[in-house]
């Protein structure tokens, strides 16, 4: 790892995918095997980030009631009545692990606006309409406002959602750091091709003696 690419982490957010109820919950509609596992090591992600005042974003989906925001690959099983992700239900929240103490529900309107609900000190969530967290938001405008050069993500699925977006956030010159016991679903050839493209991979352990 060159000085180009090595995680600054003063500069650093943290970014969390996807860790709703609808997706982690036992019985839960669309459960990601895994992820109830990893958000003990997210709760200890979260707490430093906490405790050093640095950025967290809680990136999250939210389907319409009316099921137009859907995308492709669930607007089928939306239709024919799979009630996933919707606004104001207990389902769209984060699971409550890994929410900061006091912070509001989900604002489903303004999150779908495109804006960013503050949930906490320095601690935001925001909407992705599809996989990846920079297709069609703000978020690369976001961090840079705030001096961010250096991502670190956790959270639900690898496969889909953290993959595409730590892809596009390399795409975008940001520092890259996984930590591989917080994130559901990973597996050896996604560690590889991501240390291909200079993601740092780390255990929570790893980094938090940082």
């Known amino acids: 790892m060159s000085h180009y690419t090595a995680p600054e982490l003063s500069s650093s957010a943290l970014i969390t995918i996807d860790t709703q109820n609808d997706f982690t919950l036992p019985g ?14 997210m709760q200890r992600l979260l707490e430093f980030y906490r405790h050093k005042a640095l950025p967290i974003i809680h990136v999250v989906r939210i389907y319409r009631k009316d099921g137009s925001n859907v995308d492709l690959c669930r607007k089928e099983s939306v239709e024919q009545g799979l009630k996933l992700l919707l606004p104001g239900s207990h389902g769209v929240e984060l699971v409550d692990e890994i929410k900061p103490d006091g912070s509001p529900a989900l604002d489903a309107e303004l ?42 993500f956790c959270g639900c699925n690898f496969p889909n959602c953290p993959r595409t977006s730590l892809y596009q956030a390399s795409e975008r010159d940001f520092r890259l750091l996984l930590i591989q016991d917080a994130i559901s679903q990973l597996y050896p050839r996604g560690e590889q091709e991501l240390a291909n493209i200079a993601v740092r991979l780390q255990t929570t352990d790893q980094f938090l003696q940082v």
């Open 28 to 41: 839960a509609p669309a459960l990601i095997e895994g992820t109830a596992q990893v958000v003990p090591n």
């Open 111 to 152: 999150l779908l606006s495109g804006a960013f609900q503050s949930l906490g000190n320095d601690e935001f969530a925001m909407y992705k309409p599809r996989w990846g967290a920079f297709f069609e938001t703000d978020l690369d405008a976001f961090l840079k406002q705030r001096g961010v050069n250096t991502l670190v």
